[in-house]
């Protein structure tokens, strides 16, 4: 007899072709995956049970188990003992690239919002230094608070070369760093990126809503242009449950 969770699952559409090269497991997990970004599945909703998945596009279960997996190590569902398994809470998975959370959020229909905390120019040493200018230059600091419709996502920090000193509150209250670049026709190629897991400082828990023990996920950049001209210097915390950064490697 099904569980409650399974008989109130909403059916996915989902077309195998078994015909491809792509793996049957690895084709059902990207169109369930893209059920949940464009909102047909929701957080908290139930998921298909592999059993009815499998008969149901003439699957083996073993398959369907792996495609069920790989989404569960995403961080796209949660299997609870009793329950059965769920859509899980919404985050924001970003592939490691040079792209700008506001553009990711937008492109997911997550409706970014930006409140400017800080706009100030400064000498900071150690932000020169990560974009290899002198350790007097005047940057511009600025400090946003990046919401995914209402709820609050990041504290991000950047540090900008006098170059781009014009770049005003209003405009990065209106659209995303990266977008303000590239209206002045500078594009970012190259960047080293940095990132681990620390507590939150007591802003960033004001700021995010954290309570308790929850860490925040944290992120450095330094970016450069094709002529290897410095961009921009960030230090970017996020809510860590909310928020996930995927990787693709490979073997050397």
Not at 40 to 47: A, K, S, V, Y
Not at 92 to 114: I, K, M, N, Q, Y
Not at 141 to 149: D, N, P, S, Y
Request: with cysteine; charged share 25%.
């Amino acid at each position: 007899m099904a569980t409650l969770p399974d008989m109130a699952a909403q059916l996915v559409d989902v077309s195998i072709d078994r015909t491809s090269p792509v793996p049957l497991y690895h084709q059902l997990s990207e169109q369930l995956c893209a059920a949940i970004t464009d909102g047909r599945l929701q957080p908290g909703d139930p998921f298909e049970n592999e059993v009815a998945l499998a008969q149901r596009l003439s699957l083996s279960r073993p398959t369907v188990r792996r495609a069920i997996q790989e989404m569960v190590d995403k961080g796209l569902l949660v299997r609870r003992r009793g329950l059965g398994t769920t859509v899980a809470n919404r985050k924001v998975h970003r592939r490691v690239a040079l792209s700008s959370l506001f553009d990711d959020l937008s492109r997911e229909g997550r409706a970014p919002r930006t409140v400017l905390l800080e706009h100030d120019t400064v000498a900071d040493a150690d932000a020169a230094a990560a974009l290899d200018l002198p350790s007097d230059t005047p940057l511009l600091a600025i400090v946003r608070l990046r919401f995914a419709g209402d709820a609050p996502l990041a504290v991000m920090r950047n540090w900008l070369p006098p170059a781009y000193g014009d770049i005003s509150r209003d405009e990065l209250e209106a659209t995303g760093l990266y977008a303000a670049l590239r209206a002045r026709g500078v594009h970012a190629v190259v960047a080293h990126q940095s990132i681990a897991a620390r507590m939150p400082t007591a802003a960033e828990r004001r700021h995010l809503r954290i309570r308790g023990t929850q860490p925040v996920l944290t992120m450095t950049r330094m970016a450069f242009d094709g002529s290897g001209g410095a961009v921009e210097y960030g230090d970017h915390s996020y809510r860590a449950e909310d928020y996930t950064i995927d990787l693709m490697v490979d073997e050397r």
